[in-house]
């Protein structure tokens, strides 16, 4: 959904942690080709259609890019963020799933060069938004990431 110049998303944050395994956070890396945030890693996400609330589309996608079908979810926090090259401006809504079925594989070829169950480590050095790092290391570590003022 676009608001004026805005675009509006909603994105999944789905974790998952193992008997003596460290926890891990579900991503999807952008194809190349893309025209926005091209070639950078991020949360499962996507538009709101016309009409379709908010929690509608955050179901809508994880199912959609990931195959996974959510059960439980908890709002988490509104980033404002300005796409580097293109310089669109998005409002991305992010909830933490915390109940889900199926298994994660990349649905959305077309969209997703891959998608990849990932740790702390590897969060902090791939490529994607500042601000979506911070958030994912704050649960990574077991904590509740401090929301920004704007």
Do not use: C
């Not at 998303?9 to 789905?14: D, E, F, L, Q, R």
């Not at 942690?17 to 996400?45: H, I, N, S, Y």
């Not at 704050?138 to 401090?146: K, S, Y």
């Amino acid at each position: 959904m676009v608001l004026g110049s805005v675009h509006v998303t909603v994105g999944a944050i789905v974790l998952r942690e193992g008997p003596g395994e460290p926890r891990q956070v579900l991503l999807t890396k952008r194809r190349p080709d893309r025209t926005d945030w091209a070639g950078l890693w991020g949360v499962p996400a996507g538009r709101l259609q016309e009409g379709e609330e908010v929690e509608e589309a955050l179901v809508r996608e994880l199912a959609e890019e990931s195959g996974l079908l959510v059960h439980e979810f908890e709002f988490l926090e509104t980033v404002y963020a300005e796409e580097p090259i293109t310089g669109r401006r998005y409002v991305h809504n992010l909830y933490l799933v915390s109940r889900w079925e199926g298994e994660a594989e990349n649905r959305a070829p077309h969209e997703h060069e891959t998608i990849a169950w990932v740790g702390a480590a590897e969060v902090a050095s791939l490529p994607m938004p500042a601000r979506l790092r911070e958030i994912l290391l704050a649960l990574l570590g077991g904590e509740r990431p401090v929301s920004r003022s704007w």
